[in-house]
């Protein structure tokens, strides 16, 4: 069976790998097709698509963004858009220069704190990648300010915490448009993740399902079977394509590996076939 992976971080946000050793470390777990899906941009895509090429793989263009909805973090997973659109790019932007503005406010606030930290210091760490709160709790590490990443975010980072700062709100059905303008396919990412009742759930796909949303990710790495089936119910109740992917970020989540999440992932090609067929039916009606 043909195994692939539609949800993957690289260092272009807060995966560890560059895009191609992620392209390598792919064909070493045996898939044969992933998305790279880095949060709010898609900076990693030509190196990724270059190595890709030389290793006989098949990428799928992939982007990840983080949107609010009832003050909740919402992602959004796109796939297979024209991600080399000059519209687009300038639309994203947008993301970025948002979540940069957040950045700096979070750095401004610790360093009036006393805590040893400036934009100079976390560019020498990071360089000028896409910073998430990811990076903000490795610095702290290094700084040996705490002790781990779940100290980091539950003193430091956390959405209750004094150094969170709010990004512009973002809503996920302006995103879902977004994708489907530039031809690709929308997906609600990790459902189970937002906590939301069944009705709270229903009520976003209902919405979404009117913004041109395709599909839902049922198959993830922290999913019970009971987990999807529940999604996998809902997907067909709402007409979306199933999708399903690992949530790989290398190191930052060492228990989970690219293509099979914490061992029991199992994605067969047909579930990326099914998106894309999808979007086709959806295209002509």
Same mark, same amino acid.
């Given at each position: 069976m043909k195994l692939i992976d539609l949800h993957t971080h690289s260092n272009c946000s807060d995966g560890t790998l560059s895009p191609a050793d992620l392209v390598k470390h792919a064909v070493e777990c045996n898939v044969t097709a992933f998305a790279l899906t880095d949060h709010d941009n898609t900076d990693g895509l030509a190196a990724a698509f270059e190595a890709a090429a030389e290793m006989n793989?098949?990428?799928?263009?992939?982007?990840?963004?983080?949107?609010?909805?009832l003050g909740t973090d919402i992602h959004i997973v796109g796939i297979d858009f024209d991600w080399k659109n000059k519209e687009f790019q300038h639309r994203i932007d947008y993301y970025r220069s948002e979540r940069e503005r957040r950045n700096q406010k979070m750095i401004d606030k610790m360093a009036a704190d006393g805590i040893d930290i400036s934009y100079g210091q976390m560019a020498e760490s990071f360089g000028e990648s896409l910073w998430?709160?990811?990076h903000f709790a490795k610095y702290l590490i290094a700084k040996s300010i705490v002790r781990d990443i779940n100290e980091a975010f539950s003193d430091y980072l956390g $959405? *209750?915490?004094?150094y969170f700062i709010p990004r512009e709100?973002?809503?996920p059905f302006e995103v879902v448009r977004l994708i489907r303008q530039f031809g690709g396919i929308p997906i609600l990412a990790h459902p189970f993740q937002y906590k939301f009742s069944d009705e709270t759930l229903r009520t976003l796909l209902t919405k979404l399902k009117e913004c041109g949303l395709l599909g839902m990710e049922v198959y993830y790495s922290t999913h019970t079977k009971e987990n999807c089936d529940y999604l996998l119910d809902l997907a067909n109740e709402f007409d979306l394509a199933p999708s399903g992917g690992s949530d790989f970020?290398?190191? *930052?989540?060492? $228990?989970?590996?690219?293509?099979?999440?914490?061992?029991?992932?199992?994605?067969?090609?047909?579930?990326?076939e099914g998106l894309r067929s999808k979007l086709q039916e959806e295209t002509k009606k």
């Amino acid at each position: 069976m043909k195994l692939i992976d539609l949800h993957t971080h690289s260092n272009c946000s807060d995966g560890t790998l560059s895009p191609a050793d992620l392209v390598k470390h792919a064909v070493e777990c045996n898939v044969t097709a992933f998305a790279l899906t880095d949060h709010d941009n898609t900076d990693g895509l030509a190196a990724a698509f270059e190595a890709a090429a030389e290793m006989n793989i098949e990428l799928v263009p992939g982007i990840e963004f983080s949107t609010e909805y009832l003050g909740t973090d919402i992602h959004i997973v796109g796939i297979d858009f024209d991600w080399k659109n000059k519209e687009f790019q300038h639309r994203i932007d947008y993301y970025r220069s948002e979540r940069e503005r957040r950045n700096q406010k979070m750095i401004d606030k610790m360093a009036a704190d006393g805590i040893d930290i400036s934009y100079g210091q976390m560019a020498e760490s990071f360089g000028e990648s896409l910073w998430t709160r990811a990076h903000f709790a490795k610095y702290l590490i290094a700084k040996s300010i705490v002790r781990d990443i779940n100290e980091a975010f539950s003193d430091y980072l956390g $959405d *209750n915490c004094k150094y969170f700062i709010p990004r512009e709100k973002v809503s996920p059905f302006e995103v879902v448009r977004l994708i489907r303008q530039f031809g690709g396919i929308p997906i609600l990412a990790h459902p189970f993740q937002y906590k939301f009742s069944d009705e709270t759930l229903r009520t976003l796909l209902t919405k979404l399902k009117e913004c041109g949303l395709l599909g839902m990710e049922v198959y993830y790495s922290t999913h019970t079977k009971e987990n999807c089936d529940y999604l996998l119910d809902l997907a067909n109740e709402f007409d979306l394509a199933p999708s399903g992917g690992s949530d790989f970020h290398g190191s *930052n989540k060492p $228990d989970i590996e690219l293509g099979s999440g914490k061992n029991n992932l199992q994605i067969p090609y047909s579930i990326l076939e099914g998106l894309r067929s999808k979007l086709q039916e959806e295209t002509k009606k």
